[in-house]
């Protein structure tokens, strides 16, 4: 079972405009959920970050929204750049856990961004 | 180093073949990880460790897959008699902090023929 969940595989944007990216989960005892970005030929890095005592993290252009009733976060990048385009996966955990940050990673997005 | 290195970037095994994936974490990093990534999908979970103890191993598909990190910093991933279906890029990360975000080296694709 998919207990994360990114129901968009591609997403294609114009540059300036914004990127809305989704991301579903089942697990409720997920309770740190992070968003890493993947070019092709490299590890995943990561992007930003929310505790689920929060409802909004903001980074520059980039804001993860999560909406714990609906088990739901979004990725927003406003705006969109070119050098965005690239893999998004959306990642949960249950943070402190002694066993550390075994992530439980979504199935991915792959966002271009148009000139 | 400045990241986490692995080795080989690439590797070829025959079915059957045993192959062995090294992970070079960030010095001082306690946190190491391993993920398989199939094409197509989402990193998947494989073991951690905390310093030189095998702490989770739950995501280990098979008894076929073992890992090591003998002295608390380099680690092996050796999987034997490879299989078809373990064509895969092997992930390894690492981290300072169990509570930290997670550095991803550039991981070993591996493919069974």
């Known amino acids: 079972d998919q207990q994360v969940k990114q129901n968009s595989p591609s997403l294609s944007v114009q540059e300036g405009r914004i990127s809305i990216l989704n991301c579903d989960y089942t697990?409720?005892?997920?309770?740190?959920f992070l968003w890493y970005k993947k070019y092709p030929a490299e590890g995943p890095t990561f992007l930003i970050s929310i505790s689920s005592i929060k409802d909004k993290n903001e980074d520059g252009r980039f804001t993860v929204f999560l909406n714990k009733s609906a088990k739901h976060l979004s990725l927003h990048i406003v705006p969109s750049q070119p050098g965005d385009s690239a893999v998004y996966f959306c990642a949960a955990s249950v943070y402190g856990k002694a066993a550390g940050n075994k992530l439980t990673f979504g199935g991915g997005t792959r966002v271009l961004v148009k000139p | 180093g400045a990241g986490v290195s692995q080795s080989p970037r690439y590797k070829v095994a025959k079915r059957g073949q045993d192959v062995a994936l090294r992970c070079d974490p960030i010095s001082g990093h306690v946190s190491l990880f391993w993920y398989q990534q199939a094409l197509g999908q989402g990193p998947e979970f494989l073991t951690y460790?905390?310093?030189?103890?095998?702490?989770?191993k739950s995501g280990l598909p098979s008894d076929r897959f073992f890992a090591e990190r003998p002295e608390g910093s380099v680690s092996t991933l050796k999987i034997q008699r490879t299989q078809q279906e373990d064509s895969a890029v092997y992930l390894c990360a690492s981290t300072r902090d169990p509570g930290e975000k997670l550095f991803f080296g550039s991981g070993t694709q591996l493919s069974v023929l």
């Open positions: 697990n409720s005892m997920f309770d740190y």
């Open positions: 460790f905390q310093n030189e103890a095998q702490l989770d």
